[in-house]
Every structure is written in C-alpha cells, then in structure tokens.
C-alpha cells in the first residue's frame, strides 16, 4: 500500500473483540495468564503492550522495515540510549560536528565515562569519514538534515565507508521523517526518531523509537529495552498513532510553508544566511533533491547583528512561538546556541550566536511571513 494508506492501516486494524475502529488504549500493567508461564503473547506491559505494539508495526512500515521492526521508546533520547547499549569499552563511535545537542551530551559525556570513544566529524565530507574510520569503530550516527544547521549527508557514501569495517549505521530520521526520507533504501542499519516531534506533530506527547530491518538486531534491542525500562505509556503511544495518522497532509503543508519562508527571509536585509536544503544556493542542493522527496519544514538563517539581534528577533515574534523542540502543528522559533544547544558550548559542536532556528507550522504562511516581516524590524 501507499504511504498516506499505510499511516493510517498499518498495525490499526479493527479491534477484533469489539470492533472499535481506533486502535485502544490498553491501560495495564499485567495481563491474565491461563497457567503459570502460558499466556496470550502479553505478560507485563514493560515488555510489551498492545497500543505500543501497534505504534511500533505501523513505524516499521512507514520506514520500509517490515523484515524486522520497531522499538518505541519513552523519549527521543530513550532511542538514542537504546542504541549506546549496543556499545561496549573501547569501543569508537562517528557523529556529525553539529549533531543535536542532547545526542553529543550522551556520547560525549555519558557513554565517555563507560570507556566508549567518539569522534566528530564534518560528514558532508565522506573523506572526513573515511579519514576517521577504524577498527574499532562501531557505529556511525548521521543525521540528515543536520540540526540546527540544515546539512546534509551522504547516506551511500558514508554506508558503504561505515560497511567496510563492520559498523552500523544510525540515522536520525526525525527532521525527514519517512514520508521525505527512508534511510533504508541508502544501506542504513537502524533509523532513529523522536515521536516527539514531526510524528506526533501536536506537541503533546514525547517519545522514540529505533527502527531496524535486522531480525537479530531487533531482538537485541528489545531484550535491552525490557532490561533497562526506557518504554513509553499506552496512553503515549496512542497520541503518537493518531498524529501518525496525518504525518503524509502535515508534512506536505510544512514543506510549502517552509519554502516559503525560506524564500521570504533571502531577500530580507536583516537577515545575513538563509539555510534550507530548497534553496539552490545551498551548497548540498543537489544531494537534497537526490535523497528527499521535498525539503522539509525546518528553517535556520544567521541574523545580521550578531547574538543581540538573534535573540531580540526570536524574542518579538507573535505566532511563532519562542520554544524548544519542533514539529508541531504550530510554529516555533529559537536560538539555538542559548536553548537547545546550550550543551556544546565550547565544544567543536559549538552553535554560532547570532544562528535562529524555526520550525516552521500549518498556519497559513500569510501570518507567518507577517510576524517575521514585523519581528525583523523589531
């Protein structure tokens, strides 16, 4: 089936005992068994749940991995975690030098003092890569786009260099989401979301997921899952199904808004750089076009004026709102060096100042250009 039928069926059938079209929300903890150790497939709801399960079957079909599955996760981070547990010391890790702030925290600084070495690289380069790459490298974490600075990535290039030595590779498909991007089609070993953002799409509910094609991989993960306990609610779950069920129309309508805005914000004197893979200027361009079916609804320009001007712009807007994380309905803007990259600071992953991101809603782009148009002269 196609995609927007898929987001709506899959893992979403009728509910057999009552026919309840709306997949339910089972609120439970454990589960009756028929004799000790005999049950339905469900004991307790910390190794699996129904609503969960059914989030999970409808992940792994949108990203094309219905060989393997899905593992949802309590939070976007929970995901990444998930992932760090297949590390072990002395292992070596590859990311992006402008990956999102909170997966460099927990490289650099949680999975670090467990003895696991990582490096940051500039990955629009493959060289820097191929230049990087070891033994004992394990895994590769791109993300593509980038966030906040709206790079691209690769995926063939850095898979098959990744591949060569025995690496996976994890791609964080959040900005994309699978309706612009599927990193399975380019090699890839897991793909990584927050649900958080573009998948639940109303900002009001939090979680992850790690998605793989790799039946020994999956079981894997979800054994460290049941372990560690990093799982989401029914009630979590749900919310994330029903913003799924729209993922094909929102995106579509962030897409148009974005390139919008992008265009809108080039021809503005306050603004010094526009970054958005849809605008040709943008030096990968080409790669966007080859690796997305459109070009997302995440904008990111550099305002003239430095920081000072950076957080008064993102101070005066009225429709967007000044707050972290992305991919709702509504718009949002930030500065990401003072937010949501607080945690690089310092670092080679350091965000410049005067950098404001904007995740870019459903509005209608009127009113959007309107309230940037009145911020900027602010």
């Not at 903890?29 to 910390?46: D, F, I, L, W």
């Not at 976007?76 to 070596?92: I, R, S, T």
């Not at 040709?280 to 904008?299: C, I, K, W």
């Amino acid at each position: 089936m196609r995609f927007e039928t898929d987001a709506i069926h899959a893992g979403q059938e009728p509910d057999p005992t009552t026919g309840a079209v709306t997949t339910p929300i089972h609120a439970t903890s454990t589960y009756a068994q028929v004799a000790p150790g005999v049950h339905s497939g469900y004991e307790y709801s910390r190794t699996d749940n129904p609503t969960r399960r059914a989030l999970e079957t409808a992940l792994a079909t949108l990203e094309g991995a219905r060989d393997g599955g899905a593992v949802a996760t309590a939070s976007g981070m929970a995901a990444v975690a998930l992932v760090g547990y297949l590390m072990k010391p002395g292992d070596h890790l590859i990311l992006s030098d402008d990956a999102y702030g909170g997966t460099f925290r927990f490289f650099a600084k949680v999975l670090a003092e467990q003895g696991v070495e990582w490096s940051a690289v500039d990955m629009t380069r493959v060289e820097a890569v191929q230049e990087t790459i070891n033994d004992r490298t394990r895994l590769v974490w791109v993300e593509t786009p980038t966030n906040p600075l709206l790079r691209l990535v690769d995926l063939t290039s850095v898979v098959e260099t990744a591949h060569r030595v025995g690496a996976l590779v994890a791609v964080d498909n959040t900005f994309s989401t699978p309706y612009l991007q599927r990193p399975f089609s380019y090699g890839a070993d897991l793909v990584i979301h927050s649900t958080t953002k573009y998948l639940g799409g109303h900002s009001d509910v939090v979680g992850g997921a790690v998605i793989t094609r790799d039946s020994d991989l999956l079981e894997r993960l979800r054994f460290l899952q049941n372990s560690a306990g990093p799982v989401p609610g029914p009630f979590d779950a749900w919310l994330t199904l029903r913003g799924i069920k729209t993922l094909a129309v929102r995106m579509e309508r962030h897409c148009d808004n974005a390139e919008t805005v992008a265009a809108f914000l080039t021809g503005r004197d306050e603004v010094a750089d526009v970054l958005y893979p849809g605008l040709e200027a943008h030096p990968q361009h080409d790669l966007a076009t080859r690796q997305m079916s459109r070009f997302g609804g995440m904008v990111s320009f550099r305002a003239k004026g430095g920081t000072d001007a950076a957080r008064r712009i993102a101070s005066a807007t009225r429709i967007f709102t000044l707050a972290e994380s992305l991919g709702g309905v509504e718009s949002l803007i930030e500065v990401p060096a003072s937010m949501t990259h607080l945690s690089v600071a310092g670092t080679s992953l350091e965000v410049p100042g005067d950098l404001i991101r904007l995740s870019v809603g459903i509005e209608h782009v009127d009113d959007l250009l309107d309230d940037l148009a009145a911020a900027l002269r602010f």
